[in-house]
């Protein structure tokens, strides 16, 4: 074991601070990496703030981060597929028992064994796992992604759960040119989203609840932006769309898009509100539209997303911070005040 430095949050209700925590030796299929970016996603806060208790209970104290880029520092014997001074990335996940179907597929993300990057039992040495607002990380190799080498790695970094979140579904579910795509929040993951759409060749068409977000939107690739408090506007798209993605990290009515989908389309929440969203059956059932979720992606399709960036040279938007700056992220992710991403630079870790 040795020590790692860090920034938890030691219960719901407290600001993140600086602290070290316990990482295993990297065993002979592992990576260790210094980690030069990590990403803040919405569901960091969720986590820290204890927002998701009835399903995934917070352990404090609690490092959350997983959206990963470093430099690899160690390797065990039996590694592969890196060696020290490569550029590798962590996502949300560090495990899985590599057997069942569903790892088998490739569909890690769906193992009834896996192990997230954070809040998560640790098998090697006990306790719980700790995620990327640290100085370095520990992972299976199997776990740990390559880089395309031309991608920025400040922007790289939330490609690693934004990124692969929305991909996923949109390859899942045919996204393509030809067909009409909507994309609801342009937060981290919607302009990920918005990105991705456009790149595969969709019309594309960003709801957003921020006027002040119509510009960008069409930059990062909308060829049309609703905003989706005016009814009116709303309207003009029923029943028209093949697929929505929904991103929205809070309260919202998802009946209002489940109409705007022809018939047979496909709307997926990836968004992870604290509550239950109430769901019209009449909404679904006229149009024969269906609800599904969806959750990160696999480990080779992870790998695909970042070898497509690379392809199309896409990187996230983001504003790079200290860490020490990580308490007013948050309180300005909650207002939706970031473009797109806050992505930390961990350099800034060793002034703690
Ligand atoms: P984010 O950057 O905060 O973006 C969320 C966006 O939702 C905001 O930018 C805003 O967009 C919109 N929004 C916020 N409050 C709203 C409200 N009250 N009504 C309507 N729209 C509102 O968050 P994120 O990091 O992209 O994450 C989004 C959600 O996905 C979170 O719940 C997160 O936990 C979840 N998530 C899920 C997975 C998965 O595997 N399924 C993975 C990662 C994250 P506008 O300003 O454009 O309206
Ligand atoms: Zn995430």
């Given at each position: 074991?040795?020590q790692?430095?860090?920034?938890?949050?030691?219960?719901?209700?407290?600001?993140?601070?600086s602290?070290?925590?316990?990482?295993r030796?990297?065993?002979?299929?592992d990576?260790?990496?210094e980690i030069?970016?990590?990403g803040?996603c919405?569901?960091?806060?969720?986590?820290?703030?204890?927002?998701?208790?009835?399903?995934?209970?917070?352990?404090?104290?609690?490092?959350?981060?997983?959206?990963?880029v470093?430099?690899?520092?160690?390797?065990?014997s039996?590694?592969?597929?890196?060696?020290?001074?490569?550029?590798?990335?962590?996502?949300?996940?560090?495990?899985?028992?590599?057997?069942?179907?569903?790892?088998?597929?490739?569909?890690e993300?769906?193992?009834?064994?896996?192990?997230?990057?954070?809040?998560?039992?640790?098998?090697?040495?006990?306790?719980?796992?700790?995620?990327?607002y640290?100085d370095?990380?520990v992972?299976?190799?199997?776990f740990?992604?390559?880089?395309?080498?031309?991608?920025?790695l400040?922007?790289?970094?939330?490609?690693?759960?934004?990124?692969?979140?929305?991909?996923?579904?949109m390859?899942?579910?045919?996204?393509?040119?030809?067909?009409?795509?909507?994309?609801?929040?342009?937060?981290?993951?919607g302009?990920?989203?918005?990105?991705?759409?456009?790149a595969?060749?969709?019309?594309?068409?960003?709801?957003?609840?921020s006027?002040?977000?119509?510009?960008?939107?069409?930059?990062?690739?909308?060829?049309?932006v609703?905003?989706?408090?005016?009814?009116?506007?709303?309207?003009?798209?029923?029943?028209?769309?093949?697929?929505i993605?929904?991103?929205?990290?809070?309260q919202?009515?998802?009946?209002?898009y489940?109409?705007?989908?022809?018939?047979?389309?496909?709307?997926?929440?990836?968004?992870?509100?604290e509550?239950?969203?109430?769901?019209?059956?009449?909404?679904?059932?006229?149009?024969?539209?269906?609800?599904?979720?969806?959750?990160?992606?696999?480990i080779?399709?992870?790998?695909e997303?970042?070898?497509?960036?690379?392809?199309?040279?896409?990187?996230?938007?983001?504003?790079v911070?200290?860490i020490?700056?990580?308490?007013?992220a948050?309180?300005?992710?909650?207002?939706?005040d970031?473009?797109?991403r806050?992505?930390?630079?961990?350099?800034?870790?060793?002034?703690?």
């Amino acid at each position: 074991m040795y020590q790692s430095k860090a920034y938890a949050a030691s219960s719901a209700t407290s600001p993140l601070a600086s602290t070290t925590v316990a990482r295993r030796d990297p065993t002979e299929h592992d990576v260790q990496l210094e980690i030069l970016f990590c990403g803040i996603c919405h569901s960091d806060l969720h986590q820290v703030r204890n927002e998701w208790k009835e399903v995934m209970p917070t352990v404090y104290p609690c490092v959350p981060g997983h959206e990963i880029v470093g430099r690899v520092t160690r390797v065990g014997s039996a590694v592969t597929k890196f060696k020290p001074g490569d550029i590798g990335a962590v996502g949300c996940l560090v495990d899985s028992d590599g057997t069942c179907p569903e790892c088998k597929a490739g569909l890690e993300q769906f193992c009834p064994n896996i192990t997230l990057t954070y809040n998560f039992p640790e098998k090697h040495i006990g306790g719980v796992t700790y995620g990327g607002y640290s100085d370095s990380i520990v992972a299976d190799e199997r776990f740990v992604l390559r880089v395309p080498a031309n991608l920025n790695l400040a922007g790289t970094a939330p490609l690693l759960c934004a990124g692969i979140t929305t991909y996923s579904p949109m390859r899942h579910w045919g996204v393509t040119k030809g067909k009409k795509v909507g994309v609801v929040g342009l937060g981290g993951l919607g302009h990920m989203a918005t990105k991705f759409a456009h790149a595969l060749g969709a019309h594309t068409v960003v709801f957003t609840t921020s006027p002040s977000k119509k510009d960008d939107a069409l930059r990062l690739g909308a060829d049309e932006v609703v905003l989706s408090r005016d009814a009116n506007e709303m309207a003009k798209h029923a029943g028209s769309f093949d697929f929505i993605l929904d991103a929205v990290a809070a309260q919202h009515d998802i009946n209002a898009y489940i109409q705007l989908l022809r018939r047979d389309g496909n709307i997926t929440l990836v968004g992870a509100p604290e509550q239950p969203l109430p769901v019209s059956a009449f909404a679904l059932i006229f149009g024969g539209r269906s609800l599904s979720g969806s959750p990160i992606g696999g480990i080779p399709e992870t790998q695909e997303m970042l070898d497509f960036c690379g392809q199309h040279n896409i990187t996230a938007d983001v504003e790079v911070i200290p860490i020490q700056k990580v308490n007013e992220a948050y309180e300005r992710l909650v207002k939706s005040d970031v473009k797109y991403r806050f992505s930390i630079d961990m350099a800034s870790l060793k002034a703690e």
